[in-house]
């Protein structure tokens, strides 16, 4: 049983952490680099997708064919919780070891893409976010909150598309 978590769990966690250093590298390697949140939240419900087949997987060879809504949703949440501490666990290494200067890409490149009259509110919030982020365990939480609500999300309907009574 533990197997199952671990290994869904796993998989979508180094899939997500993949995605994130990707788009961290084109960041630095593309000066015109321009963030796209509808792709980005496309790319996680995809990735999370893979919450429904653990929770098929366990309901089909744990609990012979049958599984509670509750129940169901509580396997899904359990895997995203665990992917998502795989993501945050990756994605800080990453920042920390290979790319400690990424705020300050990632606030260029927000200033660059806002609206020319929210230039001035965008730096100031950037200016703020980076001091914020200073303290590890904000980032742990920023971190965790990238990814985990989508993934709540996709056990919620997955628990629902694979309940059998």
Do not use: W
């Amino acid at each position: 049983m533990k197997k199952i978590f671990f290994v869904f769990s796993l998989v979508i966690g180094l899939i997500l952490s993949t995605n994130a250093i990707i788009h961290m590298n084109l960041m630095y390697s593309n000066a015109n680099y321009k963030p796209n949140n509808v792709l980005g939240y496309a790319t996680q419900i995809i990735i999370f997708s893979l919450i429904y087949f653990g929770v098929r997987h366990f309901r089909n060879n744990q609990l012979n064919g049958k599984i509670s809504f509750l129940r169901a949703f509580k396997v899904g949440a359990l895997i995203c919780f665990l992917a998502s501490t795989v993501y945050v666990v990756l994605g800080l290494s990453y920042y920390y070891l290979f790319a400690p200067d990424f705020l300050d890409v990632l606030s260029e490149c927000m200033i660059k893409n806002s609206p020319v009259d929210k230039v001035e509110a965008t730096t100031a919030q950037m200016t703020n976010f980076k001091e914020m982020y200073k303290n590890p365990l904000f980032a742990i939480f920023v971190s965790y909150m990238e990814v985990m609500p989508t993934g709540i999300i996709v056990a919620l309907v997955s628990a629902l598309i694979v309940k059998k009574k």
